[in-house]
């Protein structure tokens, strides 16, 4: 399979990632190149084979659910762009 | 007193407890070597020395009182991946530009409750998406290793020596550096430099598709990858979390050992770490390898492989045996379709991973009409070009559609990969030996590889099985190259038996020697 300019621009747009038509026409040709390689998967026999779930064989490990941890709103916005009060600032969203 | 940053780990920590040295002189030491280096390497991209001189004054004065730790006062470099409560913290990237954490990684936390010190952060690929070090932010790593020639030099007949070698007909041959920088490799070039140039007592790396082994490879040091599950990801800025493990890298196989037994622990904030105690890794050194099963993968001689790697293999084969192991030859029929698959599951996650990019809650914000505009603006200006591609290609992989076709197929042929190596475990095989790389340590801003990601990406060909299983595997350097560049075998055991590669590299370490680069920085 390949992509096309128009594919590369819509992924683009599904990953946020502002292109320019020169970022997409080169994405193309990169884009192109990886996926040629990875092709060579189609060879494999996976008849019958499951998808690897867990890397190592062991149950997730769960805990109590109870609060273990919090109050720290402070700790939480310090590394934002922009704030006030405790809470992330981003532009209008609602009309 | 002689150079105390030229002390290997254990060196320093019998110096130290036998109160012949301070951790604040090693400390001192290592900084005033940074001071002169990194503007030549590029290793640190911030130097914590206050941080450093507190942490060595109060490993002082544990050390008087006897109470010191493992690690007590031990200087140590981080990797720039790794969350250090209120310090730069990017993973090389733009996009987290200014981020300081609150918090503290689980295995930077843990090196500290043992004593180490550390000196700062360590360069890297930018998110660790690399094998040359140069898609940092912050410029590439500059390997402290580089190509040598032999000259024929005519001798007046009355001098000798200055370490050349006297031929019979008044000539000498000696050896002069070539000026041409190379990589350090990746992603953690920054830990492998700092460790190989003396500028750090050991480092903290990550490998999800080779970056602590290659990179160790590339610069005559050890690197270990440990077993999934073995060190906590918690605090570890996410790259492929199915594939992510910490190690450390060292100057030789027993600072390795003792790096890894303080990194390693069992997390309940790491859901995939797992309830297994650590065992004494150094204790590991020293025992006899006789009657122990080494499988040599046919699979691994590849087309185009250098003579020299070859050549390698075959003498760590010869010492392998001498030592009492019994050689088998083994096949891991799939090996050719673990980088392939890599580059499904690993841009898949990491598409995923970095999707907290975003403006909103740190680094980088430019502002856009709207908040798609902001993420998109914020997105294409903070993440370099390798760190797009990949997210493009996970996200392409994982779009509807193509999800069974690329996605679930390589996740298949992951289990046939790791289906080979327990096959041959099951048949005795305790260990594997295979060449690290398939290649020495290569230019910056190698041409072919910057017109051709896949070139790149071909770097890790030996590696990236060892992630894609989730087995442990650790890069040994055992010679040089006839460009005089280290050279390093690997050796891939079964799952948490960390301690039998430990054991195994001893006896390359032994016959091979330890190897340092002639400083020119």
Redesign the interface.
Known sequence: ?S?DVK??KR?????????SEEDAER?TG??N???G??????E?D?SG?????S??P?D??K?RDVVTDGN?AA??V?????TEENF?L????VE | MSDLTRLTISQARAKLRGKEITATEITEAYLSAIDRANPALNAYVAVTGDKARDMAKASDARLVKGEGGALEGIPLGIKDLFGTEGVHTQACSHVLDGFKPRYESTVTANLWADGAVMLGKLNMDEFAMGSSNETSYYGPVINPWRRSRLDTVVMPTTHQGDGGFVSAGGTRTQRSLDNAQLVPGGSSGGSATAVSAFLCAGATATDTGGSIRQPAAFTGTVGIKPTYGRCSRWGIVAFASSLDQAGPIARDVRDAAILLKSMASVDPKDTTSVDRPVPDYEAAIGKPIKGMKVGIPKEYRVDGMPEEIEALWQKGIAWLRDAGAEIVDISLPHTKYALPAYYIVAPAEASSNLARYDGVRYGLRVPGKDIVEMYEKTRAAGFGREVKRRIMIGTYVLSAGYYDAYYLQAQKVRNLIKRDFENVFAAGVDVILTPATPSAAFGIADEDMAADPVKMYLNDIFTVTVNMAGLPGIAVPAGLDPKGLPLGLQLIGRPFEEETLFQTAAIIEQAAGTFQPEKWW
């Open positions: 399979m992509v594919t590369v992924v683009a747009r599904l990953a946020r990632i502002a292109v994405m990169e884009l190149a990886i996926l390689f990875v092709e060579q998967l189609n494999v996976v084979v499951e998808p690897m779930t890397v190592t062991m997730m490990k805990r720290k700790d939480i310090a590394n934002a762009p922009a992330f981003v532009p209008k969203v």
